[in-house]
């Protein structure tokens, strides 16, 4: 069974970079599509970045130019590295591979809680 592990998060001053990590046990992620969510209280979770095995990116509009994903294979880990961050990227984030249809292949792990301070 495939277990998924955030970490990095924490409280960030508006502004700051943040860099967070998740790690897979279970499955080699190096053939899957990665991608990175958040959640927001009050809000359904959304896809912020994905990351295909070739290397190439996808980014939602709102995080684009801030958000860059990349992946560590031989670590088994996909990163997430925001620059200036800003009060509406508080959210608990959460990593997951996407199937062919786009859709989150795993189960979830405990995501990792971003809270920003301005």
């Known amino acids: 069974q495939v277990q998924l592990v955030e970490s990095g998060g924490g409280l960030v001053q508006a502004g700051g970079p943040l860099t967070l990590s998740c790690t897979a046990s279970g499955r080699d992620i190096s053939i899957y599509t990665m991608g990175w969510y958040r959640q927001a209280p009050g809000n359904q979770r959304e896809l912020v970045a994905r990351i295909i095995n070739t290397g190439s990116t996808y980014y939602r509009d709102s995080v684009k130019g801030r958000f860059t994903i990349s992946r560590d294979n031989a670590k088994n880990t996909v990163y997430l590295r925001v620059n200036n961050v800003k009060p509406e990227d508080a959210a608990v984030y959460y990593c997951?591979?996407?199937?062919?249809?786009?859709?989150?292949?795993?189960?979830w792990g405990r995501g990792t809680q971003v809270t920003v301070s301005s």
């Open positions: 997951n591979a996407l199937n062919w249809n786009g859709d989150p292949s795993w189960n």
